[in-house]
T-cell receptor
Framework: EAGVAQSPRYKIIEKRQSVAFWCNPISGHATLYWYQQILGQGPKLLIQFQNNGVVDDSQLPKDRFSAERLKGVDSTLKIQPAKLEDSAVYLC???????????????FGPGTRLTVT | AQKITQTQPGMFVQEKEAVTLDCTYDTSDQSYGLFWYKQPSSGEMIFLIYQGSYDEQNATEGRYSLNFQKARKSANLVISASQLGDSAMYFCAMWPGSSNTGKLIFGQGTTLQVKP
């Protein structure tokens, strides 16, 4: 079974530029998550999709971050404009469903390491 | 407030020995789930073990076991017979039962280094 795919793996941009990350979840997984992991910290959920609807985006900085999941499969996360504090690893994860005990089957991708200079 | 605390930034263990990684949690929910993930230098989070708040027995998965002490609100990970490949960052996480989403709350992590 193929895992969660993410691209690019690394990205370096200057502040005020825009950037987009792509995620392809495990086939058949209805729920997709984007996490932000700042160096030395645990991941923090930015947004959760159930199919192509948003379940939780309470910690997404909506003035600069946006995410979409068209057709309930792939997803993109965009930052515009980027700030220095956005330097982090952005992890995508997916699971069959998004609530209850089944969330322990939350599979993570390799992440995209973003450096904002 | 829902919170996970990992007080050990870094740990060393000799190969083939056992090691315990500490995790305490704070929640007012009666139903919740506790997880441990491993994050090697490659970056992806690898699920290791899960403990439900109503599970009476401690969870075990191969060399991993979770020492669940509900009254103390602790969920320590025990790795037996450490291997060099166990060197990684380890995260404790919680799913609050009151949540209607899949949001996991992570601790700060513990870096484990296994010495040959």
């Amino acid at each position: 079974e193929a895992g969660v795919a993410q691209s690019p793996r690394y990205k370096i941009i200057e502040k005020r530029q825009s950037v987009a990350f792509w995620c392809n979840p495990i086939s058949g997984h209805a729920t997709l998550y984007w996490y932000q992991q700042i160096l030395g910290q645990g991941p923090k959920l930015l947004i959760q999709f159930q199919n192509n609807g948003v379940v939780d985006d309470s910690q997404l900085p909506k003035d600069r971050f946006s995410a979409e999941r068209l057709k309930g499969v792939d997803s993109t996360l965009k930052i515009q404009p980027a700030k220095l504090e956005d330097s982090a690893v952005y992890l995508c994860a997916s699971s069959l469903v998004g609530t209850g005990l089944s969330i322990y089957e939350q599979y993570f991708g390799p992440g995209t390491r973003l450096t904002v200079t | 407030a829902q919170k996970i605390t990992q007080t050990q930034p870094g740990m060393f263990v000799q190969e083939k020995e056992a090691v315990t990684l500490d995790c305490t949690y704070d929640t007012s929910d009666q139903s919740y789930g506790l997880f441990w993930y491993k994050q090697p230098s490659s970056g992806e989070m690898i699920f290791l073990i899960y403990q439900g708040s109503y599970d009476e027995q401690n969870a075990t998965e191969g060399r991993y076991s979770l020492n669940f002490q509900k009254a103390r609100k602790s969920a320590n990970l025990v790795i037996s017979a450490s291997q060099l490949g166990d060197s990684a960052m380890y995260f404790c996480a919680m799913w609050p039962g009151s949540s209607n989403t899949g949001k996991l709350i992570f601790g700060q992590g513990t870096t484990l280094q296994v010495k040959p």
